[in-house]
Protein backbone atom coordinates (compact mmCIF):
# COMPACT_ATOMS: atom_id res chain seq x y z
CA UNK A 1 0.00 0.00 0.00
CA UNK A 2 0.68 3.67 -0.06
CA UNK A 3 1.56 5.77 2.64
CA UNK A 4 0.57 9.40 2.59
CA UNK A 5 3.49 11.02 0.78
CA UNK A 6 2.29 8.08 -1.88
CA UNK A 7 5.85 5.83 -1.09
CA UNK A 8 4.96 2.02 -1.85
CA UNK A 9 5.38 0.34 0.79
CA UNK A 10 6.30 -3.12 -0.04
CA UNK A 11 9.19 -4.37 2.14
CA UNK A 12 9.31 -5.59 5.74
CA UNK A 13 12.51 -6.06 8.15
CA UNK A 14 11.65 -8.99 10.04
CA UNK A 15 14.07 -8.95 13.10
CA UNK A 16 13.30 -12.34 14.65
CA UNK A 17 16.13 -12.58 17.31
CA UNK A 18 18.32 -9.91 19.37
CA UNK A 19 21.08 -11.91 20.62
CA UNK A 20 24.00 -12.81 18.34
CA UNK A 21 26.95 -14.70 18.09
CA UNK A 22 29.27 -11.43 17.84
CA UNK A 23 29.50 -8.23 19.21
CA UNK A 24 30.09 -5.50 16.54
CA UNK A 25 31.73 -2.76 18.16
CA UNK A 26 29.18 -0.29 15.84
CA UNK A 27 26.11 -2.15 16.73
CA UNK A 28 26.07 -3.83 20.19
CA UNK A 29 27.48 -3.21 23.51
CA UNK A 30 30.04 -6.01 24.78
CA UNK A 31 28.18 -7.17 27.56
CA UNK A 32 25.17 -8.33 25.09
CA UNK A 33 21.87 -8.05 25.40
CA UNK A 34 19.48 -7.72 28.12
CA UNK A 35 17.59 -10.83 28.04
CA UNK A 36 13.50 -9.86 28.00
CA UNK A 37 11.33 -12.88 29.10
CA UNK A 38 10.37 -15.17 27.00
CA UNK A 39 6.53 -14.09 26.68
CA UNK A 40 7.73 -10.63 25.42
CA UNK A 41 9.17 -11.72 22.15
CA UNK A 42 6.56 -12.32 19.80
CA UNK A 43 6.93 -16.12 19.01
CA UNK A 44 6.66 -18.13 16.13
CA UNK A 45 2.92 -18.10 15.27
CA UNK A 46 2.84 -14.33 16.15
CA UNK A 47 5.96 -13.47 13.62
CA UNK A 48 3.90 -15.11 11.12
CA UNK A 49 0.53 -13.41 11.71
CA UNK A 50 2.61 -10.29 11.15
CA UNK A 51 4.42 -11.68 7.87
CA UNK A 52 0.39 -12.34 6.90
CA UNK A 53 -1.02 -9.34 7.77
CA UNK A 54 2.02 -7.01 6.35
CA UNK A 55 1.57 -9.32 2.39
CA UNK A 56 -1.75 -8.53 3.01
CA UNK A 57 -1.30 -4.93 2.77
CA UNK A 58 1.09 -5.33 0.01
CA UNK A 59 4.34 -6.06 1.52
CA UNK A 60 6.16 -8.65 -0.76
CA UNK A 61 9.26 -8.79 0.04
CA UNK A 62 10.39 -9.97 3.37
CA UNK A 63 14.30 -9.60 4.79
CA UNK A 64 14.72 -11.85 7.97
CA UNK A 65 17.51 -10.05 9.93
CA UNK A 66 18.17 -10.20 13.97
CA UNK A 67 20.59 -9.68 16.05
CA UNK A 68 21.39 -13.09 14.10
CA UNK A 69 19.09 -14.72 12.71
CA UNK A 70 20.89 -17.79 12.46
CA UNK A 71 21.49 -18.52 16.19
CA UNK A 72 17.37 -18.91 16.56
CA UNK A 73 16.67 -22.41 17.08
CA UNK A 74 13.39 -22.14 14.89
CA UNK A 75 14.80 -20.32 12.23
CA UNK A 76 14.26 -23.01 9.18
CA UNK A 77 10.53 -23.21 10.24
CA UNK A 78 10.26 -19.46 10.03
CA UNK A 79 11.77 -19.19 6.88
CA UNK A 80 9.52 -21.83 5.38
CA UNK A 81 6.41 -20.76 6.81
CA UNK A 82 7.20 -17.20 5.93
CA UNK A 83 7.90 -18.21 2.29
CA UNK A 84 4.59 -20.05 2.32
CA UNK A 85 2.71 -16.54 2.96
CA UNK A 86 0.48 -15.99 0.41
CA UNK A 87 1.83 -12.36 -1.20
CA UNK A 88 5.48 -12.64 -0.09
CA UNK A 89 7.44 -13.01 -3.39
CA UNK A 90 10.50 -12.86 -1.46
CA UNK A 91 12.36 -13.84 1.44
CA UNK A 92 15.65 -12.75 1.97
CA UNK A 93 18.52 -12.53 5.10
CA UNK A 94 20.94 -10.57 6.67
CA UNK A 95 23.32 -12.89 8.98
CA UNK A 96 27.00 -12.52 9.74
CA UNK A 97 27.57 -15.67 7.53
CA UNK A 98 29.26 -17.95 10.86
CA UNK A 99 27.03 -20.83 10.97
CA UNK A 100 25.74 -20.62 7.20
CA UNK A 101 28.58 -23.64 6.80
CA UNK A 102 25.47 -25.78 8.80
CA UNK A 103 22.50 -24.42 7.53
CA UNK A 104 23.26 -22.62 4.42
CA UNK A 105 21.47 -25.68 2.28
CA UNK A 106 18.63 -26.16 4.14
CA UNK A 107 18.10 -22.14 4.21
CA UNK A 108 17.99 -22.35 0.07
CA UNK A 109 15.43 -25.58 0.78
CA UNK A 110 13.19 -23.75 3.32
CA UNK A 111 12.68 -20.93 0.96
CA UNK A 112 15.17 -18.14 1.18
CA UNK A 113 16.30 -16.84 -1.89
CA UNK A 114 19.11 -14.19 -0.81
CA UNK A 115 21.77 -13.88 1.67
CA UNK A 116 23.96 -11.37 2.47
CA UNK A 117 26.40 -11.49 4.99
CA UNK A 118 28.13 -9.37 7.05
CA UNK A 119 32.26 -8.84 6.46
CA UNK A 120 33.95 -5.62 7.34
CA UNK A 121 37.46 -7.00 6.77
CA UNK A 122 39.14 -9.55 5.05
CA UNK A 123 42.43 -9.19 7.94
CA UNK A 124 41.90 -11.88 10.41
CA UNK A 125 43.20 -9.33 13.66
CA UNK A 126 40.85 -6.69 12.05
CA UNK A 127 37.98 -9.00 12.13
CA UNK A 128 38.57 -10.31 15.52
CA UNK A 129 38.74 -6.71 16.92
CA UNK A 130 35.29 -5.57 15.44
CA UNK A 131 33.30 -8.83 15.92
CA UNK A 132 35.25 -8.96 19.52
CA UNK A 133 34.34 -12.84 19.27
CA UNK A 134 34.33 -14.08 15.51
CA UNK A 135 37.17 -15.56 13.55
CA UNK A 136 37.65 -14.02 9.57
CA UNK A 137 37.93 -17.90 8.52
CA UNK A 138 34.10 -18.86 10.02
CA UNK A 139 32.54 -15.47 7.75
CA UNK A 140 34.39 -16.88 4.92
CA UNK A 141 33.72 -20.34 5.30
CA UNK A 142 29.68 -18.99 5.45
CA UNK A 143 30.31 -16.85 2.50
CA UNK A 144 31.74 -20.14 0.73
CA UNK A 145 28.31 -22.37 2.06
CA UNK A 146 26.39 -19.48 0.78
CA UNK A 147 27.94 -19.52 -2.78
CA UNK A 148 27.36 -23.40 -2.93
CA UNK A 149 23.64 -23.63 -1.87
CA UNK A 150 22.55 -21.90 -4.42
CA UNK A 151 21.30 -19.07 -3.76
CA UNK A 152 19.66 -16.51 -6.63
CA UNK A 153 22.00 -14.19 -4.99
CA UNK A 154 24.46 -13.50 -2.29
CA UNK A 155 25.66 -10.38 -1.48
CA UNK A 156 28.56 -9.31 1.38
CA UNK A 157 27.98 -5.92 3.39
CA UNK A 158 30.93 -3.99 4.62
CA UNK A 159 29.98 -1.16 7.63
CA UNK A 160 33.08 1.73 6.24
CA UNK A 161 35.11 2.71 9.05
CA UNK A 162 37.28 5.18 8.66
CA UNK A 163 40.60 4.56 10.86
CA UNK A 164 39.74 0.83 10.50
CA UNK A 165 38.70 -0.74 6.51
CA UNK A 166 39.33 2.22 4.67
CA UNK A 167 42.40 0.81 3.25
CA UNK A 168 40.72 -1.79 2.36
CA UNK A 169 38.12 -0.79 -0.18
CA UNK A 170 40.08 -2.15 -3.12
CA UNK A 171 40.85 -5.77 -1.97
CA UNK A 172 37.31 -5.87 -1.16
CA UNK A 173 35.98 -4.58 -4.24
CA UNK A 174 37.82 -6.89 -6.09
CA UNK A 175 35.82 -9.93 -4.52
CA UNK A 176 33.54 -9.31 -7.04
CA UNK A 177 36.17 -10.31 -9.47
CA UNK A 178 36.16 -13.57 -8.00
CA UNK A 179 33.18 -14.42 -7.03
CA UNK A 180 29.64 -13.90 -8.11
CA UNK A 181 28.92 -11.46 -5.27
CA UNK A 182 27.78 -7.82 -4.85
CA UNK A 183 29.58 -6.23 -2.16
CA UNK A 184 28.19 -3.43 -0.62
CA UNK A 185 29.52 -0.56 1.48
CA UNK A 186 27.56 1.08 3.71
CA UNK A 187 27.93 4.06 6.11
CA UNK A 188 28.54 3.69 9.99
CA UNK A 189 25.77 5.30 11.15
CA UNK A 190 25.94 6.98 14.87
CA UNK A 191 23.55 4.20 16.95
CA UNK A 192 25.58 3.84 19.79
CA UNK A 193 27.63 5.75 22.39
CA UNK A 194 31.14 4.70 20.85
CA UNK A 195 33.88 6.54 22.16
CA UNK A 196 36.12 4.62 19.43
CA UNK A 197 33.90 5.96 16.57
CA UNK A 198 34.98 9.33 16.67
CA UNK A 199 34.25 11.90 14.10
CA UNK A 200 37.14 10.21 11.87
CA UNK A 201 35.06 6.94 11.42
CA UNK A 202 32.07 8.29 9.89
CA UNK A 203 33.94 8.07 6.42
CA UNK A 204 31.63 9.44 3.08
CA UNK A 205 30.62 6.67 0.70
CA UNK A 206 32.21 9.12 -2.01
CA UNK A 207 35.37 7.90 -0.45
CA UNK A 208 34.73 4.21 -2.13
CA UNK A 209 34.10 5.88 -5.73
CA UNK A 210 37.51 7.76 -5.05
CA UNK A 211 39.53 4.74 -4.26
CA UNK A 212 38.38 3.27 -7.37
CA UNK A 213 37.76 5.02 -10.64
CA UNK A 214 37.88 2.18 -12.82
CA UNK A 215 34.04 1.38 -11.66
CA UNK A 216 31.60 2.35 -13.82
CA UNK A 217 27.75 3.08 -12.67
CA UNK A 218 25.45 0.26 -13.57
CA UNK A 219 21.72 0.83 -13.45
CA UNK A 220 19.97 0.91 -10.05
CA UNK A 221 18.19 -2.53 -9.50
CA UNK A 222 14.93 -0.76 -7.22
CA UNK A 223 17.27 -1.03 -3.95
CA UNK A 224 19.34 1.48 -1.53
CA UNK A 225 22.33 1.05 -3.61
CA UNK A 226 23.73 2.87 -6.01
CA UNK A 227 25.46 0.71 -8.19
CA UNK A 228 28.89 0.43 -9.76
CA UNK A 229 31.10 -2.49 -11.54
CA UNK A 230 34.24 -3.36 -11.80
CA UNK A 231 35.71 -4.44 -15.32
CA UNK A 232 35.38 -8.00 -15.60
CA UNK A 233 33.62 -7.95 -12.55
CA UNK A 234 31.25 -10.61 -11.86
CA UNK A 235 29.33 -9.06 -9.30
CA UNK A 236 28.52 -5.52 -8.73
CA UNK A 237 29.69 -2.43 -6.31
CA UNK A 238 26.94 -1.12 -3.83
CA UNK A 239 26.95 2.37 -2.11
CA UNK A 240 24.34 2.57 0.74
CA UNK A 241 24.38 5.92 2.16
CA UNK A 242 22.25 6.53 4.75
CA UNK A 243 24.03 9.07 6.75
CA UNK A 244 25.52 11.10 3.74
CA UNK A 245 22.58 11.18 0.75
CA UNK A 246 19.43 9.65 2.55
CA UNK A 247 17.06 7.87 0.89
CA UNK A 248 13.59 8.52 2.82
CA UNK A 249 11.82 9.63 -0.36
CA UNK A 250 12.06 6.88 -1.43
CA UNK A 251 12.12 4.62 1.38
CA UNK A 252 9.43 1.75 1.12
CA UNK A 253 10.39 -0.73 4.58
CA UNK A 254 8.77 -1.01 7.52
CA UNK A 255 10.64 -2.85 10.45
CA UNK A 256 9.19 -5.30 13.14
CA UNK A 257 11.83 -5.95 16.55
CA UNK A 258 11.80 -9.51 18.05
CA UNK A 259 9.27 -8.12 20.97
CA UNK A 260 6.96 -7.18 18.00
CA UNK A 261 7.60 -3.28 18.23
CA UNK A 262 6.22 -2.24 14.76
CA UNK A 263 8.93 0.65 13.33
CA UNK A 264 7.52 2.80 11.05
CA UNK A 265 11.11 4.56 10.78
CA UNK A 266 14.78 2.83 11.52
CA UNK A 267 15.62 6.43 13.00
CA UNK A 268 12.97 7.55 15.23
CA UNK A 269 12.27 6.17 18.34
CA UNK A 270 8.49 5.70 17.67
CA UNK A 271 7.56 2.21 17.48
CA UNK A 272 4.05 0.70 18.15
CA UNK A 273 3.19 -2.75 19.57
CA UNK A 274 1.47 -5.52 17.68
CA UNK A 275 2.62 -8.23 20.91
CA UNK A 276 -0.30 -9.80 21.70
CA UNK A 277 -2.93 -8.71 18.89
CA UNK A 278 -5.15 -11.21 16.47
CA UNK A 279 -4.19 -10.65 13.11
CA UNK A 280 -6.66 -8.68 12.14
CA UNK A 281 -6.05 -6.45 14.45
CA UNK A 282 -2.69 -6.10 13.60
CA UNK A 283 -3.47 -5.56 10.15
CA UNK A 284 -5.51 -2.04 11.07
CA UNK A 285 -2.32 -1.32 13.08
CA UNK A 286 0.21 -1.96 10.26
CA UNK A 287 -2.34 -0.22 7.73
CA UNK A 288 -2.39 3.56 9.83
CA UNK A 289 1.57 2.53 10.64
CA UNK A 290 2.35 2.31 7.38
CA UNK A 291 -0.01 5.38 6.11
CA UNK A 292 1.28 7.58 8.53
CA UNK A 293 5.32 6.51 8.09
CA UNK A 294 7.19 9.92 8.77
CA UNK A 295 8.38 11.62 5.37
CA UNK A 296 11.99 11.89 7.20
CA UNK A 297 14.23 11.35 10.06
CA UNK A 298 16.21 13.73 11.52
CA UNK A 299 19.71 14.83 10.51
CA UNK A 300 22.67 12.03 11.33
CA UNK A 301 26.24 12.86 12.02
CA UNK A 302 29.03 12.07 14.36
CA UNK A 303 27.85 14.44 16.73
CA UNK A 304 24.08 13.56 16.10
CA UNK A 305 23.35 10.25 16.76
CA UNK A 306 20.06 8.18 15.62
CA UNK A 307 16.91 8.64 17.42
CA UNK A 308 16.17 5.14 16.93
CA UNK A 309 16.35 4.50 21.08
CA UNK A 310 17.71 1.19 20.63
CA UNK A 311 20.88 -0.64 19.41
CA UNK A 312 21.10 -1.98 15.63
CA UNK A 313 20.79 -5.46 17.33
CA UNK A 314 17.70 -4.69 18.52
CA UNK A 315 16.34 -3.26 15.23
CA UNK A 316 17.55 -5.72 12.64
CA UNK A 317 19.59 -3.09 10.42
N1 LIG B 1 23.65 -10.26 12.48
C1 LIG B 1 23.28 -10.05 11.12
C2 LIG B 1 24.42 -9.39 10.36
O1 LIG B 1 25.35 -8.88 11.00
O2 LIG B 1 24.34 -9.38 9.15
C3 LIG B 1 22.00 -9.28 10.94
C4 LIG B 1 21.73 -8.13 11.85
S1 LIG B 1 22.81 -6.73 11.66
C5 LIG B 1 22.13 -5.63 12.84
C6 LIG B 1 22.27 -6.11 10.09
C7 LIG B 1 23.21 -5.18 9.40
O3 LIG B 1 23.30 -3.97 10.14
C8 LIG B 1 24.64 -5.70 9.26
O4 LIG B 1 25.02 -5.67 7.89
C9 LIG B 1 25.44 -4.74 10.07
O5 LIG B 1 26.74 -4.55 9.55
C10 LIG B 1 24.61 -3.48 9.99
N2 LIG B 1 24.88 -2.51 11.04
C11 LIG B 1 24.83 -2.69 12.37
N3 LIG B 1 25.15 -1.57 13.02
C12 LIG B 1 25.40 -0.63 12.07
C13 LIG B 1 25.78 0.75 12.10
N4 LIG B 1 25.97 1.40 13.25
N5 LIG B 1 25.95 1.39 10.93
C14 LIG B 1 25.77 0.75 9.74
N6 LIG B 1 25.39 -0.54 9.65
C15 LIG B 1 25.22 -1.22 10.80
FE1 LIG C 1 25.61 -9.36 15.61
FE2 LIG C 1 25.04 -8.51 13.16
FE3 LIG C 1 25.21 -6.78 15.18
FE4 LIG C 1 27.43 -7.94 14.33
S1 LIG C 1 26.12 -6.55 13.14
S2 LIG C 1 26.77 -7.71 16.49
S3 LIG C 1 26.72 -9.89 13.74
S4 LIG C 1 23.71 -8.35 14.97
Same mark, same amino acid.
Not at 32 to 36: A, F, R, T, Y
Not at 43 to 54: G, Q, S
Not at 79 to 93: F, K, Y
Not at 276 to 281: F, K, L, P, S
Given at each position: ????F??E??? @???? *? /? ?13 D ?5 P?? #? ?44 ? =? ?6 ? /??N ?33 ? +? ?26 ? *? ?11 E???? +? ?17 ? =? ?11 ? *??? +??? #? ?15 ? =? ?7 L ?36 ? @? +? ?7 M ?6 ? =???HA?L ?5 ? #? ?10
Open positions: MRDQERINY @MRLS *V /TDRCNLRCRYCMPEGVCKKHE #QMLNEDEMIAAVEAAASLGIEKLRITGGEPLVKRNIMSLCARAAHV =PGIREVCM /TTGVLLPKLAKGLRAAGVRRVNISLDTLNPDKYAYI +TRMGTLDQALAGLDAALDAGFDKVKINA *VLIGGFNDGEIEMAKL +TLTYPVDVRFIELMPMLDQ =PEFGERAFIPYTR *VLE +TLP #QAVPVRADGGVAKLYRL =PGAKGNIGISPVNAHFCAGCNRIRLTADGKLKPCLHSADEISLKG @M +TREAMRETRQVIFEK =PACESASQRS #QAGRNMNQIGG
